[in-house]
């Protein structure tokens, strides 16, 4: 079945340097869609990408779709402690049941 | 626009005995609602995909007579554990889709505990 890597698993970072995530599905997507899952919270909806080489930008956040529409990253600039938690990509690979395959994540601590 | 609702938000319950979690989408019609099970420090884990008034279908190694789903209504779908077990114990966490879109809205999640 469908598989979506996601890594880094962990990143640390000191405020107001970068980070990203990058995900790599193992299938051709039709979609992908972005998570932010804050500790002790539930997953909420950031961004969904569909084109070919699709760029979004969310003030510091950049979400860029590949070419092959199989890999994707999301970069945010200049981290803020407000950025903490843990961001998923989700893979949608087309059908009717709008079914989406999680990555498994990365943690973004950022220290103060 | 697009809330949903979970219940309750926690639960302890003795082994054996069944728990049932609401899912509820608030101000739109849920035509595919979607559970997820999703252990300390993991990924979501889809269990079943859950479309009003038909059986839901689930993922492989998820038991459906252990985990029964009903989705009655366009803003309703219910997930039943039933005879929990202390493995069982998880954060369950529902999604809606809004009719025509795969945009997965998620509820705030029911953590179960089971002694």
């Known amino acids: 079945g469908q598989q979506v890597m996601q890594i880094p698993q962990y990143q640390h970072v000191q405020e107001g340097e970068d980070f990203t995530t990058y995900c790599n599905s193992s299938?051709?997507?039709?979609?992908i869609q972005w998570y932010k899952q804050r500790p002790g919270g539930h997953p909420v909806f950031l961004i969904q990408?569909?084109?070919?080489?699709e760029v979004k930008k969310q003030k510091r956040l950049t979400f860029q779709f590949g070419e092959a529409k199989k890999n994707s990253s999301l970069h945010i600039t200049a981290t803020q402690t407000t950025d903490v938690g843990t961001y998923f990509c989700a893979g949608n690979s087309g059908g009717s049941n709008y079914k989406l395959t999680f990555g498994k994540g990365t943690l973004l601590t950022v220290n103060p | 626009g697009a809330v949903v609702s979970q219940h309750p938000s926690w639960v302890i319950c003795k082994s054996g005995t069944s728990v049932k979690i609401e899912c509820r989408s608030l101000?739109?019609?849920?035509?595919?609602m979607f559970w997820y099970r999703q252990f300390p420090k993991q990924s979501l884990m889809l269990m079943a995909t859950?479309?009003?008034?038909?059986?839901?279908?689930?993922e492989q190694g998820v038991e459906k007579d252990k985990f029964l789903i009903n989705h009655a209504s366009l803003t309703l779908s219910t997930l039943t554990v039933t005879s929990a077990h202390p493995e069982d114990s998880s954060f369950y966490i529902c999604?809606?889709?809004?009719?025509?879109?795969?945009?997965?809205?998620f509820g705030p999640g029911t953590r179960l505990t089971v002694l």
């Open positions: 990408l569909v084109k070919s080489g």
């Open positions: 299938t051709t997507l039709s979609n």
């Open positions: 101000d739109f019609q849920a035509t595919t």
């Open positions: 999604s809606a889709t809004n009719l025509g879109t795969d945009t997965q809205y």
């Open positions: 859950s479309n009003e008034g038909s059986k839901a279908t689930y």
